[in-house]
């Protein structure tokens, strides 16, 4: 008996010493994305780039930055984006709280601007243009900007990509001799961080 109650004795120490491992705290839980992240596009004629100045962590501002030689009196941009992880967004600034802001390139004179913006779905379509008779504008530089920021509480990992896209008809610019034709915007990789 007494030899049956020293292998129950040192099983039961035995169990009780495999058990210590539970003790432990649970494991951290993953790290979740609070922001949205951009990288540039690094060719193409129109680009859309990230806005150092105005994005911050929690708001991404990308500007449609322009080709180096030519003149516009307009442009409009058709954007798609994942809306399940990201939404169209204001820009504040300006006193203003608006879809699209005009960049630094157009002269949008006085009265009413020809500056109008509608998000639908995932579907952003923006247009910024001078009016008669302003001269054309270079198209060097920042022609419009956008701003989109992460959907909250989804709980996403950083680095999950978030599809971005330009629409190939729907993009155009109204050139400085007044002739409308579609333009290739290049868009950079938009990543949950």
């Known amino acids: 008996m007494n030899k049956f109650l020293s292998s129950l004795l040192v099983l039961v120490v035995l169990g009780l010493h495999g058990c210590k491992g539970s003790d432990s705290p649970p494991p951290p839980p993953a790290p979740t994305a609070t922001g949205l992240a951009y ?17 911050t962590a929690s708001h991404l501002v990308l500007d449609l ?6 003149t516009a009196a307009g442009v409009s941009l ?24 005009n960049g630094t390139q157009f002269s949008l004179g006085t009265g009413t601007p020809i500056l109008k913006a509608r998000a639908t779905g995932n579907v952003l379509q923006t ?5 008669n008779p302003t ?6 530089g920042a022609l419009l900007r956008v701003a989109l920021d992460l959907k909250p509480s ?31 915007v290049t868009v950079g990789t938009l990543t949950a961080q």
């Not at 954007?79 to 802001?101: E, R, Y």
């Open 39 to 55: 990288t540039d596009p690094t060719t193409g004629t129109y680009l859309l780039k990230k806005n150092t100045t105005l994005s």
């Open 65 to 70: 930055v322009g080709p180096s030689a030519g």
């Open 127 to 131: 247009t910024v243009a001078q009016k």
């Open 78 to 101: 058709t954007l798609s984006a994942d809306t399940t992880k990201a939404t169209w967004m204001d820009i504040a600034g300006g006193g203003t709280s608006v879809l699209v802001q």
């Open 135 to 140: 001269a054309a504008a270079s198209l060097n």
């Open 154 to 184: 989804l709980g996403l990992a950083p680095g999950t990509v978030i599809t971005l896209s330009a629409d190939t008809v729907k993009c155009q610019v109204l050139d400085g001799a007044g002739i409308i034709s579609p333009i290739t």
